[in-house]
């Protein structure tokens, strides 16, 4: 079986639709197509005790848990606020449109 297909993709601005960080926007890092998570800047981070090593000095880190990519949305380039996407075939490619505005994705 194929692992799903989704509008969102690494680079993206999103804003966060529930949770404890409702409202805030951060840039897409990582998309886990098998498990439809992403991972935001910024966005649902939680601290990490970690043991020293050889190579890491150990310490508490604050580190980005993912969301399920159901409470997040694209930020539409023009008015900033949530939209849902849509597609548009502008000459010979196929583009990403916000529904919001019509304005074009990048």
């Known amino acids: 079986m194929t692992a799903p297909k989704f509008k969102i993709k690494k680079g993206d601005t999103v804003v966060v639709l529930t949770g ?4 805030k926007k951060g840039e897409v890092k990582h998309v886990d197509t098998a498990a439809a998570r992403v991972t935001v800047a910024g966005v649902n ?12 000095p150990g310490g508490i880190e604050k580190i980005e848990k993912p969301l399920h990519i159901s409470n997040v949305s694209l930020v539409d ?15 010979d490619r196929k583009v990403r449109v916000a529904k919001r505005s019509g304005e074009q994705m990048e």
């Not at 404890?20 to 409202?23: I, L, Y």
């Not at 981070?45 to 890491?56: C, E, G, L, M, W």
Request: glycine share 12%; no cysteine.
């Open 77 to 91: 380039p023009k008015s900033g606020k949530p939209t849902r996407v849509g597609y548009k075939t502008v000459g």
């Open 45 to 56: 981070a939680v601290t990490k005790h970690r043991k020293p090593s050889q190579t890491n």
């Open 20 to 23: 404890k960080d409702k409202g």
